[in-house]
């Protein structure tokens, strides 16, 4: 009986020690990171998905690795220059799908904007749109994003026409009119009312849009019209928006503030004969 017990025991042990050799050299490593992650020890997890990306060049899980050390990076230790080199590396190594490279430039065009260094952020979204070709949620998405670095910058000229180019090929009427209302909002930055209004009426008659996105442009409206003095005109838009602009009471007390204006005058008739 005893000599049975031990054949069991041996035989499980030889079991268990196949079992082990198949794992792959850095199975334990992503594992240990994995449960360290999940734990909130970012830093000894960074040091395992480090070791498991040194170790299994041909790692099935390296995307994974990557994508924690970029996030360890930025969003835990806040380590921008540190996330370039990062995403810089697995853009070199995860570049050839699309779908990802998009994804890598357009976070490195954001660490790029943390750190202040626009012109490599333009640099890094330009990339993003050769990517983005034939997708058009990423292609509007980067050209926003482009067209506000731009705003920064103050290159006003190329945040109207990257915005333009963002409202003709968005596919659906939300994306178009978030477009072309960060166009109407960049031109009253600099007083272009006129470009502002026309970009707000195009908006407007978009089909399909939300309650929210159509209360916001009127109010955008109602702005440029009280800066003309239109006074009558900016009363109509704000109270056609009291119950559906996200925050109502602003709306309240913008048309306290505003101007009273007489009604026009009924033209009188001439008397009958």
């Given amino acids: 009986m005893k000599q049975i017990l031990?054949?069991?025991?041996?035989?499980?042990s030889c079991l268990l020690a196949s079992c082990s050799s198949d794992k792959s050299p850095g199975m334990e490593d992503i594992e240990r990171a994995r449960d360290a992650y999940s734990k909130g020890f970012y830093l000894e997890a960074e040091k395992d998905y480090e070791r498991y990306l040194q170790i299994e060049p041909q790692g099935?899980?390296?995307?994974?690795a990557w994508d924690r050390l970029s996030e360890i990076?930025?969003?835990i230790k806040g380590d921008y220059d540190r996330a370039v080199v990062l995403l810089e590396a697995m853009y070199l190594e995860l570049g050839g799908n699309a779908n990802e490279a998009w994804k890598?430039?357009?976070q490195l065009g954001e660490v790029y904007a943390e750190l202040g260094n626009r012109?490599?952020?333009?640099?890094?979204?330009?990339?993003?749109?050769?990517?983005a070709e034939g997708n058009p949620e990423h292609m509007y998405r980067t050209q926003l994003r482009m067209a506000r670095l731009y705003r920064d910058m103050?290159?006003?000229?190329?945040?109207?026409?990257?915005?333009?180019?963002?409202?003709?090929s968005a596919s659906e009427s939300e994306s178009k009119a978030r477009c072309l209302y960060e166009l109407a909002q960049s031109y009253s930055f600099i007083s272009g009312w006129g470009q502002a209004r026309k970009a707000l009426e195009q908006l407007l008659e978009l089909r399909g849009l939300s309650e929210e996105t159509?209360?916001?442009?009127?109010?955008?409206?109602?702005?440029?019209y009280e800066h003309e003095r239109d006074?009558?005109?900016?009363?109509e838009l704000l109270e056609s928006i009291l119950t559906t602009y996200p925050n109502p009471k602003v709306v309240e007390s913008r048309l306290g503030n505003l101007p009273d204006v007489q009604p026009e005058p009924i033209p009188l008739k001439p008397p009958s004969e």
């Avoid at 099935?60 to 994974?64: L, P, S, T, V």
């Avoid at 945040?159 to 409202?167: G, I, K, M, Q, R």
């Fill in 104 to 106: 890598i430039m357009f």
């Fill in 6 to 12: 031990l054949l069991v025991i041996l035989f499980c």
């Fill in 60 to 64: 099935a899980d390296r995307k994974e």
């Fill in 119 to 131: 012109p490599k952020a333009i640099e890094s979204f330009e990339k993003c749109l050769m990517h």
């Fill in 214 to 224: 159509h209360a916001l442009a009127v109010f955008l409206l109602a702005d440029i």
């Fill in 73 to 75: 990076a930025v969003t």
């Fill in 231 to 235: 006074y009558r005109r900016t009363r």
């Fill in 154 to 168: 103050g290159s006003y000229d190329l945040v109207a026409s990257t915005l333009e180019n963002c409202a003709d």
